[in-house]
């Protein structure tokens, strides 16, 4: 009788926070109606109704819930709201890549797509590691910023966007010498566009396109609106 008692005890006490809870989002929000989503299960073990499971409320509140109802959650409620949060970015049409070369390339031929492997940013999914292009994937101005290592030897390369030549770098490094150039393109492209970087077409140059920890050949690009 005594544990029935206190389990009501319980859910009064849980009924009458999650209405002040709500009450105070509303008076904050005009619209709670967009911030609405549906709450994760609760324990079985805090023996609160199952309609609680159920029960719909902002994202604000029921991040509070959890809090309330089961502190071990917590940590699960910030890593979903992580991942909501980078699904929001792509869709708010925001996109930004940066990548870079993990390895040299030594004496690559002309017209070699240069692949800069390792993808540190990629918010909108437009870059490819493995092909070395971006695809665009939301028309508008971007800006594309490309940056050439070069060891004992010399390198011109081009910015590609589908057919045309957009920007050019050459870096000449000789006598044991080792230098980067960097190349800026700002530029008005269409979604589905192929955007990439290349050794120059009439000539390869020689040497190394050089990368180590002291120094990366890049690719990044973002859009401006």
Do not use: C
């Amino acid at each position: 009788m005594t544990d029935k008692k206190t389990d009501l005890e319980y859910r009064r006490k849980l009924e009458l926070r999650l209405k002040v809870i709500e009450n105070n989002f509303v008076r904050k929000h005009s619209d709670p109606k967009d911030y609405v989503v549906k709450s994760s299960n609760i324990s079985p073990h805090e023996n609160v109704e199952k309609k609680e499971n159920t029960y719909y409320k902002s994202g604000i509140v029921d991040g509070l819930v959890k809090e309330i109802v089961n502190p071990k959650l917590n940590a699960i409620s910030r890593k979903e709201r992580f991942i909501v949060s980078q699904d929001n970015i792509a869709s708010d049409g925001l996109v930004a890549f940066y990548s870079y070369m993990s390895h040299p390339e030594i004496n690559p031929s002309a017209h070699l797509t240069l692949i800069y492997d390792v993808s540190v940013t990629n918010v909108g999914n437009g870059y490819n590691h493995v092909t070395g292009i971006f695809t665009v994937p939301t028309s508008g101005v971007y800006v594309f910023i490309w940056v050439t290592r070069v060891y004992f030897g010399e390198h011109p390369t081009q910015l590609m966007i589908n057919n045309a030549v957009y920007g050019v770098t050459f870096l000449r490094a000789r006598d044991g010498g080792d230098g980067s150039v960097s190349g800026t393109v700002v530029a008005s492209v269409t979604k589905g566009d192929s955007v990439f970087v290349r050794v120059h077409s009439s000539y390869a140059g020689d040497g190394y396109i050089h990368s180590n920890e002291h120094g990366w050949p890049s690719f990044s690009g973002w859009l401006l609106d």
